[in-house]
């Protein structure tokens, strides 16, 4: 079994947990799978619960209320993927011995707020302190929502033709977080106004509202068939995963693939691709051929970036990568580059 760092491997989890799941209950829709951001419930009169689960973040380089932010908006963009927002919230916290009471206070009244905005309720959980807990990773949490289950969009959805669409940038959270836990280094080597701007970066780590406003909040648009969040693997990886889930092909254009100056600066500086790096923030969509410019307009008039860099195919075709001139299958690679560039820094003393 892989001890890499990183999220479990895909063959592991198919071993050890995809046939291992307790009893069988008919009304689990959606149950765990690779490239699945939510499970599905079931229930009465044509409704459905979704529910998601993440690590909660507690990294002391960033701060109380970053920590809190990630712990809070990493849970919602896997709910995002449904079209709608979390309505309820656990939270599971295992917190470090010597964490301060008041550090702890800051902690979560940033959690209620960040819960607030979104209009999540808390509905409970577990919190305690634990010797010799030194993690960034504070315990874990769960959002569940209720929503028509025909309106609950789901990875599985997309199909041979829709266009994949990405929002923002390659690359968001690994960047800003880069840049914010080793600011004199950035300063030093890429100037300050990479550093400030990988700052400003930091709060666009939320897909909510680009996956609100592509699906539709009261009245839900028909268009969009699939979402899915970027997490570890970066925009590539979790087209892979989309495409993976639903169980088509896809082709890519690379040379579409947004890539800002920030995030292209600081991945050359910790030697990562940005195309394969974490990017919470960004939301890969996909979209009935034919409407993808009325995605992107509405995504536009929010402020939100949208670019289509390809399209869902057949099965047979696989999963292709266009670059330089070439295709070629893409690569899917199981440990995100981020978490050795992060711990290579830390340990060589980058400040």
């Known amino acids: 079994m892989s001890k890499e760092l990183g999220k479990i491997e895909n063959d592991v989890f198919e071993e050890v947990i995809f046939h291992n799941c307790g009893f069988p209950r008919k009304e689990v829709s959606v149950g765990p799978?690779?490239?699945v951001d939510v499970s599905l419930v079931d229930l009465p009169n044509g409704l459905a619960m979704a529910a998601t689960s993440d690590p909660l973040s507690l990294i002391p380089s960033l701060?109380?209320?970053e920590s809190a932010w990630l712990s809070v908006h990493l849970m919602a963009n896997d709910m995002a993927t449904t079209g709608f927002a979390p309505m309820y919230a656990q939270f599971v916290l295992n917190l470090p011995g010597n964490f301060p009471q008041e550090d702890f206070k800051i902690y979560w009244e940033y959690i209620h707020k960040f819960c607030k905005d979104i209009g999540t309720a808390i509905t409970g959980g577990h919190t305690g302190f634990i010797e010799g807990q030194n993690s960034t990773i504070a315990g874990g949490g769960t959002f569940t929502t209720i929503a028509p289950k025909k309106d609950i969009l789901v990875s599985k959805n997309a199909a041979p033709g829709d266009v994949i669409l990405v929002t923002k940038t390659c690359a968001i959270s690994s960047s800003s977080i880069l840049g914010m836990s080793f600011p004199e280094t950035v300063k030093?080597?890429?100037?300050?106004?990479?550093f400030e701007e990988s700052c400003k970066m930091f709060y666009e780590t939320s897909s909510l509202k680009d996956a609100l406003t592509a699906a539709g909040k009261d009245e839900k648009h028909k268009d969009v068939t699939a979402m899915h969040d970027v997490t570890e693997g970066g925009v590539?990886?979790?087209i892979y995963e989309l495409t993976k889930a639903c169980g088509h092909g896809a082709r890519i254009e690379n040379d579409l693939l947004p890539i800002g100056h920030t995030q292209k600066e600081i991945c050359r500086l910790f030697s990562i691709d940005p195309r394969f790096s974490i990017g919470a923030g960004s939301m890969i969509i996909t979209c009935k051929k034919g409407t993808e410019n009325e995605v992107i307009d509405r995504l536009k008039k929010e402020n939100?970036?949208?670019?289509?860099?390809?399209?869902?195919t057949e099965k047979e075709d696989g999963i292709k990568l266009i670059e330089d001139g070439e295709t070629r299958d893409?690569?899917?690679?199981?440990?995100?580059?981020y978490w050795a560039a992060f711990f290579k820094?830390?340990?060589e003393k980058w400040k």
Do not use: H, M, R, W
């Open 33 to 35: 799978g690779f490239g």
């Open 63 to 65: 701060g109380l209320e």
């Open 188 to 194: 030093n080597k890429l100037g300050k106004e990479v």
């Open 236 to 238: 590539l990886g979790a």
């Open 304 to 312: 939100i970036a949208c670019t289509a860099v390809g399209e869902i």
């Open 330 to 337: 893409l690569p899917y690679f199981e440990q995100d580059p």
């Open 345 to 347: 820094a830390y340990n």
